[in-house]
Structure formats: structure tokens, C-alpha cells
């Protein structure tokens, strides 16, 4: 997986969400505006991914008001942590998902 896609687990983290919320998210949208604003996402290998650019855009879409949330310290430790086990299993022949 590219370094610019999510895994809904990498989503939840980083919104503060749990994973059943994302994939509703992706699923079902949410109300926002007096509209339905869905997570874009793509399915590899029967799990979903989500690009950085179409989180960021839902966070626009269901807060246009607010400023977007810096990064919190743990969602970093998280991102940062799941790119270097997926290194690690680049690095020793396994499959990248």
C-alpha cells in the first residue's frame, strides 16, 4: 500500500473513530449540511483504502467552518509505526497489504 492510502484501522487512528464508524462512513455517509457526505475509498484485495487527499476532503465536506485538527502525537506514532512494519515486510518479501 502507498504511503498516501489508509487502512481503516490508520483512518480510525487518525480521526479518533472507531472502524465500524469509518466503514459507515464509506458505506452509508453521514449528514452534514443538510447532505450525504461519503468517505471516498477503494477496495484492494477485499479490504478498503482510503487516500489522504479524499480524508482530508471529507473533513472539509463535514466540518466547512473549522480549520482542520493538526495531527495528534498519537495518530503520528501510529502512521509512523505502521509504515515501518510495512518496510519491514517489503524488506523480507511479503506481500505489502
Not at 485538527?69 to 518479501?93: S, W, Y
Request: overall charge positive; hydrophobic content about 40%.
Amino acid at each position: 500500500m502507498s504511503a498516501d492510502n489508509l487502512t481503516i484501522a490508520e483512518v480510525a487512528v487518525a480521526t479518533a473513530h472507531k472502524r465500524g464508524a469509518v466503514q459507515r462512513w464509506i458505506k452509508q455517509g453521514v449528514q452534514a449540511n443538510g447532505r450525504t457526505v461519503k468517505l471516498s475509498a477503494e477496495r484492494i484485495g477485499g479490504r478498503f483504502t482510503v487516500a489522504r487527499a479524499a480524508l482530508d476532503a471529507f473533513k472539509r465536506a463535514c466540518n466547512p467552518d473549522r480549520e482542520p485538527l493538526p495531527e495528534t502525537p498519537d495518530a503520528r506514532q501510529h502512521r509512523a509505526d505502521a509504515a515501518v512494519r510495512r518496510a519491514r515486510r517489503l524488506v523480507a518479501g511479503e506481500p505489502a497489504a
